[in-house]
């Protein structure tokens, strides 16, 4: 069965770390460009950051997170990770990972993060 389960998340207090999983199954995670992306109460989807599949694995982020997250994939362990640091009540949202090739798009569950003021 073709599935990302996401895993992870909670309620944690101003500048606490979170650590968000996304494991694959039944594809080529390896193959597949990797994104979370989240989105906060009454608000639209928003992205987080990409790391793609080429052998350096460029990653990118989106401004407000640039410094606080790390992206990072394990594909021995077919798993795609998000570290998040120096969190911010902004950050409240639920967090979604997705997959995705040229002919391919696959998400995630979602998992909630909500960052206590």
């Known amino acids: 069965e073709v599935q990302l389960v996401q895993s992870g998340g909670g309620l944690v207090q101003t500048g606490g770390s979170l650590r968000l999983s996304c494991e694959a199954s039944g594809f080529a995670f390896g193959t597949y460009v990797m994104t979370w992306v989240r989105q906060a109460p009454g608000k639209g989807p928003e992205w987080v950051s990409t790391i793609n599949n080429d052998e350096g694995g460029s990653i990118y982020y989106t401004d407000s997170v640039k410094g606080r997250f790390t992206i990072s994939r394990d594909n021995a362990k077919n798993t795609l990770y998000v570290q998040m640091t120096s969190l911010k009540p902004e950050d409240t949202a639920v967090y979604y990972c997705?997959?995705?090739?040229?002919?391919?798009?696959?998400g995630g569950q979602g998992t909630q993060v909500t960052v206590a003021s």
């Open positions: 997705s997959a995705m090739n040229a002919w391919d798009t696959l």
